[in-house]
C-alpha cells in the first residue's frame, strides 16, 4: 500500500483535529536497510545540530547512509524542523551485559538525545519503518513528506486536536521506540502515574504529551519483559476486579497477578489506541469504553479506525465492520 | 513563692438560669472539675481538660468553657506553651511527657495541596453509575511475570505470587495498643475494620481474647518490647507488623506505667503486673539493616511464609534511604509514620520537634523506590495526621498504596483530641483502664461509628477519583500531576515533585 | 518406642529445613538429629511439640527463636539471640553462644555450656506461671540482664571470672545470679545488689542440678557456691525521669 489511501482515510476525519499536528507511520518502507535502525530526527538547525548526533551515533556504532528526509513546501505549513533520517547499526559489542544489544543502545540513545534538548529529537527509531509527522492538517503533513511516494505494509495515521500541551511537531502522533508505534485518541488520566512508572526503568518523556508513555510502556512490558502483545494490553486495560473474581481459578491468578505487577502501568482515563510493530497491529479501548473504535476486515487486510467512514474512504467494499468490547483488544498479524 | 500558681488553662462556667442540678457533669468530669456544695454544683476548672464531657452530657447547653481566660502578656517567640514548660521543668527538672500528636502550630502541607478534577479534555467519571475500584493490595509484588500461553491459547503463570492484605479501601487503621488505649476501644474498631473490609493493627500490647473473632482483620505487630509476641500471635494475625519507630517519637522506645498494667494487660501483653512495660528504643536484635531483614525472615518463617510482614518506621530525615534498605529485604510494605502521629504520651521534645511531616517523607520514599525501579514490589503505608478524605486522596497521590488512621478513629468514638491520654482518666472511655470510665464506651456504638468514618470517607474517595475522571485507585497512585501546591515554597515543591498552581 | 529422624543439613536452606522438622514432628518424632548444620538461621522457628532436636554442627542466628514446647539441643557453638523470644521448652548449647542470648526470652530455659556475648537475657520477662531461665556456664559480656523484666539469670563463672559491666541496667524484673563476688562497679543504674539466702539457694538449686546433669558435671560445689544475687532497685526504673505536661 502506498501512503495515498491513508491520507484520504484521514482526512475523512479533520473534524477531529485542529490543525496542529498529524502524522503517519509505515513498515516496509526501507527494504534496501531492512538491517539498519531508521532513525528519524527532527534538527532546529542542521548546522549546529547535527554534529552532535553524528558523534555520539559514530561512537556506538555505523552510520551506513543518512540523507534529508524530502519534504516538499506546503502554503500552511511551516517547517520549522528539518526531518532526517540516519540508516544505523550499532555495535552489539558496546553493551555486553545485554540480552538485546542493538535495540538497548538504540533505546538509550534515543532517550539520550531527546533528553539533552540540543536541538535534536529522534522521534523514529525502529527497523525498516519510519514516522512522517510535523504540525499542520493530515493532507498538508501528507504532502509535505508525499507519504504516496512510500510503499508499506502496516499503516497507522493519526490528527490531533492537542490540548494539555501544545501543538509542536514532537507532539504529533505516532509515537514510536524501535519497533512499536502507537496512536492515541483521549487523554491518560493516569499519566503521572504511569510516566514515573517508566521513568523507574530508564525511559525519559521528552514530548509533553501522554501518548508517548503508550509506546514505552509497550516496549517494556513486550520487549524487555517478554510478554505477549495482548498479555501487555491487558496489562494496560486490565478488566475490573470484580470480572477477575468471578473467573475460573488459573484465569483468575494470572489476571491477578498481571494487574497486581503492572498497577502503575495500567492506563486510566478515555483512549482508543492503535499499536503496532513489524508483525503486528493492535487497537484498544479503555475499560468503561469512553472512546470510539470500529474495526474493519476486508480479505487479509485489517482496519481499525474512530469512525467507519474512515474504513470505507480507505475500503468502499469492506465485509465487516465491528465495535469490539471494552478493553478487548483486536490483533492483527502480518502474514509470512 | 518563686513561680506560684500558673492561669488556669480553661474556665468553666455553668449558666445557673439554664442547670437544673441534675449532676450528669459531676458523675461523668474523671479529672474533678464539679462538685455539689449543698444548693450548687461548684466548679473547680484547674481540674479541667476540656475533654468536653461535661458539655456533651449537659442537657441544658448549661456549661461553658473558655480557652486561656487569662493569658500571659502576649509575646511571638514568648509563648505560653514556652513560658509553662520552663516552670515545670524548673520545678521538677524532669523530661516533660505529652500526650496526642504534635503541638507546634507548623504549616500543614495537606492543606496547601489542591487536588484535579476533569473538563471538557477527558470526562469526570459519576460513581453513582461507573464502577470506581479502591480495592487494594498491600504486599510484595513480583518486578516481572513469567506467563506464557501454552498451545490451546491458555496462559500458564510461573511466578508464585506472595500472599498480600486484600483492602476494600485504602483507609487501614493503625496500631493503638490495648493498655494505651481501652479494651472496649480496640474491640469497636477491630470490629468496623471487619465491617468494612479493611485492617487495624493491634499496637503493640498484645492480642486480648476479645479480639480473636477479628483476628484475620488484625496485623499483630512486634515491638522492640516483644510484648505478647508468641508463634500464637503471630499465627492469628493476617499480617505482622515490625515496629521501629513511631512519628510521634522517633528514636526512643516507650513506657506504659506500671500502674496500668492492671491482670488483664498483664496477660495480653505477657509482662509482669504492676512492672512498666518499658520497649527499649531499637530492637536487640536489630542493630543494622541485615538484622532487620533477618527478623523479617525469622517472623516469615515462623508463619511458613504464609503472612506479610510490614516494617513501620518514623518519618526521619533519611527516611526514603531506610525504606529502600527495607524495600530490599522480604518486607511486604513499609509503614512511614508522619511527625503529626498520635500517641498516648510521648517526650514534648519529641513529639514537637523530631521527625519530618508525613506528605514530604512518603513522596520522597516513593520517589527513591522509582529510582531503584522497586516502587511496585512493596506496598508503602502513610500514617500520622490523616484527618479526612481529602488527605487520602493527597497521600495516595504522593505515592501512598494505602494510609493508617488513628486519632481520627479516636475522634469517631468520642475522643476530643483533649490530649490527655496518658493521665488514664479519660472520660470517653478510651484512653483508659478504669472499669467504669472504659465502660462508658458502647462498642457496639462505637464500631458503627467508625465504620461510618471509613465508609464516609470510601464514597468521597470514589467522588474524588470519579471527578479526576480516574477508576482504579492504582491510577491515582504517585499521580502528582493530579495535585497541585498553592503558596508552598518552590524547593518543597521539588520534593513533593508537584507543579505550582495555574501551572 | 521412641522414634528418631534424621535429616542431613549439608547445603539446605532453612525453610526446607525447618519445613522437614515440622513435617517429623507432625509425624510424631521424638527425636530429630540434624547433622552437618553451617550458618543456618532460625531453626526450629515458631517450633511446637515434645519433640527433642539433636543438632550437630553451627546452627545461625535466632535459633530457636518463637519456640514453644520443644528441646533443642547443640553440639557445637550457637551465633547471636539463641532462644530468642521462646516461650516454652528447652534450648541446651554445648559450646558458646553470640549476643543477644534469650532475648525477650519468656519461659522455658537456656542453658550454654560456654561463654555468652554481650546483652545475654535482655528484656527476659515473666508473668503468671510463665519464668524463663537462662544459665551461662562460663563468662557473660556487658549488659548482662538488660531490661530484664522478669526470669532467672545464672552466670556460674567455670572458665574465670566474669567480664561483664553495666549489668541489669534497666532491669526492673527478675533476678540475676552470679557466682563469686561482683564488682559493684559492674552493676548499672537501676540495678542492686542483695544478700544470697538461704532460701535463693534452695530455689536455684534444682536448676543448677538439671543444669549439671544435662553437661555431665558434679552439681554440689556449684549448689553449695557462693553467690552473689542482683536485682532492680524498682519495678519502675524509669518513673523519676519524668513530669507531665
Known amino acids: ?336 | 513563692m518563686t513561680i506560684g500558681s500558673l492561669p488556669p488553662r480553661y474556665r468553666i462556667s455553668i449558666d445557673p438560669v439554664r442547670c437544673m442540678e441534675c449532676e450528669r457533669c459531676i458523675e461523668n468530669c474523671s479529672y474533678g472539675v464539679f462538685r455539689r456544695d449543698g444548693e450548687r454544683i461548684l466548679v473547680n476548672s484547674r481540674n479541667c481538660t476540656a475533654c468536653h464531657r461535661c458539655i456533651a452530657c449537659c442537657p441544658r447547653d448549661a456549661i461553658s468553657l473558655e480557652e486561656h481566660p487569662c493569658d500571659y502578656r502576649s509575646h511571638p517567640l514568648w509563648t505560653r506553651e514556652a513560658r509553662e514548660a520552663i516552670y515545670n521543668q524548673a520545678r521538677t527538672g524532669r523530661i516533660i511527657l505529652a500526650g496526642m500528636g504534635n503541638a507546634l502550630d507548623y504549616p500543614v502541607i495537606f492543606d496547601r495541596l489542591v487536588l484535579d478534577a476533569c473538563q471538557v479534555t477527558n470526562p469526570s467519571l459519576d460513581p453513582l453509575r461507573e464502577p470506581i475500584e479502591l480495592l487494594t493490595h498491600i504486599g510484595k509484588k513480583p518486578a516481572r511475570l513469567d506467563l506464557r500461553r501454552r498451545e490451546g491459547g491458555d496462559v500458564e503463570l510461573g511466578t508464585s505470587l506472595t500472599p498480600n492484605l486484600r483492602v476494600e479501601t485504602p483507609i487501614m487503621i493503625g496500631h493503638m495498643s490495648y493498655g494505651a488505649i481501652s479494651l472496649n476501644a480496640q474491640v469497636a474498631m477491630a470490629r468496623a475494620a471487619k465491617e468494612t473490609g479493611t485492617f487495624m493493627g493491634t499496637g503493640e500490647g498484645g492480642l486480648h481474647s476479645a479480639i480473636y473473632p477479628y483476628q484475620d482483620r488484625m496485623i499483630v505487630q512486634v515491638a522492640s518490647g516483644r510484648f505478647g509476641v508468641n508463634i500464637d500471635y503471630l499465627e492469628r494475625g493476617a499480617a505482622i507488623e515490625i515496629k521501629i519507630g513511631q512519628g510521634a517519637k522517633p528514636g526512643i522506645g516507650g513506657h506504659l506505667p506500671g500502674e496500668k498494667v492492671c491482670t488483664e494487660i498483664s496477660r495480653t501483653r505477657m509482662i509482669p503486673e504492676g512492672s512498666d512495660a518499658i520497649s527499649p528504643a531499637p530492637h536487640h536484635d536489630i542493630y543494622s539493616i541485615e538484622d532487620l531483614a533477618q527478623l523479617v525472615r525469622a517472623l516469615k518463617e515462623a508463619t511458613e511464609w504464609k503472612k506479610p510482614v510490614f516494617v513501620k518506621i518514623a518519618a526521619v530525615h533519611n527516611v526514603a534511604a531506610i525504606a529502600a534498605g527495607i524495600a530490599r529485604s522480604p518486607a511486604d510494605a513499609v509503614v512511614v509514620d508522619g511527625f503529626r502521629g498520635g500517641t498516648g504520651a510521648a517526650p514534648r521534645v519529641f513529639r514537637d520537634h523530631v521527625g519530618i511531616p508525613i506528605e514530604a517523607a512518603v513522596s520522597s520514599v516513593d520517589a527513591k523506590l522509582r529510582d531503584q525501579g522497586i516502587r511496585n514490589e512493596i506496598s508503602v503505608i502513610a500514617s500520622g495526621g490523616i484527618r479526612g478524605s481529602a488527605d487520602v486522596a493527597k497521600a495516595i497521590a504522593l505515592g501512598a498504596d494505602a494510609v493508617y488512621i488513628g486519632t481520627a478513629a479516636l475522634v469517631a468514638m468520642g475522643c476530643r483530641v483533649c490530649g490527655n491520654c496518658y493521665r488514664g482518666l479519660c472520660p470517653w472511655g478510651i484512653a483508659t483502664q478504669h472499669p467504669d470510665l472504659v465502660e462508658r464506651l458502647n462498642p457496639d456504638t462505637a464500631s458503627e461509628q467508625v465504620a461510618n468514618l471509613i465508609r464516609a470517607w470510601t464514597l468521597e474517595l470514589a467522588e474524588l477519583l470519579g471527578a479526576a475522571g480516574i477508576n482504579s485507585i492504582e491510577s491515582m497512585r504517585g499521580n502528582r500531576d493530579r495535585l497541585r501546591g498553592y503558596m508552598l515554597d518552590e524547593s518543597l515543591m521539588q520534593v513533593l515533585d508537584v507543579k505550582q498552581v495555574g501551572a | 518406642m521412641a522414634k528418631q529422624v534424621a535429616i542431613d543439613g549439608k547445603g539446605v536452606h532453612y525453610t526446607p529445613l525447618n519445613q522437614r522438622i515440622r513435617k517429623a514432628v507432625e509425624d510424631g518424632a521424638d527425636e530429630i538429629v540434624v547433622s552437618n548444620v553451617l550458618g543456618q538461621r532460625f531453626i526450629g522457628d515458631g517450633l511446637r511439640g515434645n519433640v527433642t532436636v539433636r543438632i550437630y554442627g553451627v546452627p545461625g542466628g535466632d535459633l530457636a527463636i518463637f519456640m514453644s514446647g520443644p528441646t533443642v539441643i547443640v553440639h557445637g557453638n550457637a551465633e547471636h539471640a539463641p532462644g530468642n523470644t521462646m516461650d516454652a521448652g528447652k534450648l541446651i548449647i554445648h559450646g558458646n553462644a553470640g549476643d543477644a542470648v534469650a532475648h525477650s526470652m519468656r519461659g522455658g530455659k537456656v542453658f550454654v555450656r560456654g561463654d555468652i556475648g554481650y546483652r545475654g537475657g535482655i528484656h527476659m520477662k515473666q508473668y503468671e506461671t510463665q519464668c524463663p531461665i537462662l544459665v551461662v556456664g562460663g563468662s557473660a559480656q556487658t549488659f548482662l540482664g538488660e531490661y530484664m523484666a522478669g526470669g532467672l539469670l545464672i552466670v556460674l563463672g567455670l572458665n574465670g571470672p566474669i567480664k561483664a559491666r553495666e549489668i541489669g541496667s534497666g532491669i526492673h524484673g527478675g533476678e540475676i545470679i552470679i557466682r563469686g563476688d561482683v564488682d559493684a562497679a559492674c552493676l548499672a543504674t537501676g540495678a542492686t545488689q542483695v544478700p544470697f539466702t538461704d532460701e535463693d539457694r534452695a530455689r536455684i538449686a534444682p536448676v543448677i542440678r538439671e543444669y549439671a546433669g544435662d553437661f555431665g558435671l558434679d552439681p554440689e560445689p556449684l549448689v553449695s557456691a557462693d553467690y552473689t544475687r542482683i536485682i532492680p532497685a524498682s519495678a519502675r526504673p524509669f518513673v523519676g525521669k519524668y513530669t507531665w505536661e
Not at chain 1, 503517519?24 to 535502525?37: K, L, N, T
Not at chain 1, 505516532?174 to 512499536?180: A, M, R, S, V
Not at chain 1, 473504535?293 to 469512525?307: A, H, K, N, P, Q
Open chain 1, 1 to 336: 500500500m502506498d501512503g495515498s489511501g491513508i491520507r484520504q482515510a484521514l482526512s475523512m476525519m479533520n473534524e477531529r483535529g485542529s490543525g496542529e499536528g498529524a502524522g503517519y507511520v509505515a513498515y516496509g518502507i526501507y527494504p534496501d536497510y531492512r538491517d539498519c535502525y531508521a532513525l528519524h530526527v527532527f534538527f532546529d538547525n542542521i548546522r549546529e545540530n547535527k554534529s552532535v548526533v553524528d558523534a555520539t551515533l559514530a561512537q556506538w556504532g555505523t552510520i551506513e547512509h543518512d540523507e534529508a528526509i524530502p519534504t516538499y513546501d506546503r502554503p500552511n505549513l511551516r517547517a520549522v524542523h528539518t526531518p532526517w533520517r540516519y540508516f544505523f547499526k550499532p555495535d552489539p559489542s558496546l553493551a555486553p551485559a545485554s540480552t538485546s544489544p542493538e535495540d538497548d543502545i538504540v533505546s538509550a540513545l534515543t532517550m539520550r538525545v531527546n533528553t539533552a534538548r540540543r536541538g535534536a529529537l529522534i522521534f523514529s527509531s525502529g527497523k525498516d519503518v519510519g514516522v512522517f509527522k510535523a504540525g499542520g492538517w493530515p493532507e498538508d503533513v501528507a504532502d509535505f513528506y508525499r507519504i504516496e511516494d512510500y510503499e508499506g505494509y502496516t499503516w497507522l495515521a493519526h490528527n490531533r486536536y492537542p490540548t494539555n500541551t501544545p501543538g509542536w511537531w514532537g507532539g504529533a502522533h505516532p509515537f514510536n521506540l524501535l519497533g512499536w508505534s502507537v496512536v492515541h485518541n483521549g487523554e491518560i488520566t493516569s499519566y503521572g502515574t504511569n510516566r514515573r512508572y517508566i521513568e523507574s526503568f530508564g525511559y525519559t518523556c521528552t514530548m509533553f504529551t501522554d501518548t508517548e508513555v503508550v509506546a514505552y510502556l509497550i516496549d517494556l512490558l513486550v520487549r524487555r519483559h517478554g510478554l505477549e502483545i495482548d498479555l501487555a494490553v491487558r496489562a494496560l486495560a486490565p478488566p475490573f476486579w470484580e470480572e477477575i473474581d468471578r473467573m475460573p481459578e488459573a484465569e483468575r491468578e494470572w489476571n491477578r497477578a498481571l494487574r497486581l505487577t503492572y498497577a502503575p502501568a495500567m492506563m486510566n482515563g478515555p483512549f482508543a489506541i492503535v499499536a503496532a510493530d513489524a508483525g503486528t497491529m493492535i487497537g484498544f479501548t479503555d475499560r468503561t469504553k469512553l472512546r470510539p473504535m470500529v474495526v474493519g476486515e476486508c480479505g487479509d487486510r485489517l482496519y481499525i479506525s474512530s469512525e467507519e467512514a474512515a474504513i470505507r474512504a480507505m475500503e468502499p467494499k469492506v465485509e465487516s465492520i465491528t465495535m469490539p468490547a471494552a478493553g478487548e483488544p483486536v490483533v492483527g498479524r502480518v502474514a509470512p
